[in-house]
């Protein structure tokens, strides 16, 4: 079954960080760009940060500075890198991969709760 599965989500204090996974499954991410999402109670959900097959980066501007997106395609696997934690943080977070060849597959992970509290 293809996939997309994402760990590493939690509580953690205001100024805390937390490393998020998101590994693919019976597809490559090689020719995907793939981000990271987040939906908090009550909102839209919205783009935190992506990266292309060519690594470049592009963050919403909540998070710039804090975040880092990033990829290891030799692990078929997604990160993201959250330091200086903030409670307004706090989210359902996905990833989300787009094919950037037709017919533009894109898959969505099932999220992973993080909670900014103190």
């Known amino acids: 079954q293809v996939q997309l599965v994402e760990s590493g989500g939690g509580l953690v204090q205001p100024g805390g960080s937390l490393r998020l996974s998101c590994a693919a499954s019976?597809?490559?991410?090689?020719?995907?760009?793939i981000s990271w999402y987040r939906q908090a109670p009550g909102k839209q959900r919205e783009l935190v940060a992506g990266?292309?097959?060519?690594?470049?980066?592009n963050y919403a501007d909540s998070v710039k500075g804090r975040f880092t997106i990033s990829r290891d395609n030799a692990k078929n696997t997604l990160y993201l890198q959250m330091n200086s934690l903030k409670p307004e943080d706090t989210a359902v977070y996905y990833c989300?991969?787009?094919?950037?060849?037709?017919?533009?597959?894109?898959?969505w992970g099932q999220g992973t709760q993080v909670t900014v509290s103190s």
């Open positions: 989300h991969a787009r094919n950037t060849y037709p017919p533009y597959q894109t898959y």
């Open positions: 019976r597809f490559t991410l090689d020719y995907y760009a």
């Open positions: 990266i292309n097959t060519g690594d470049s980066t």
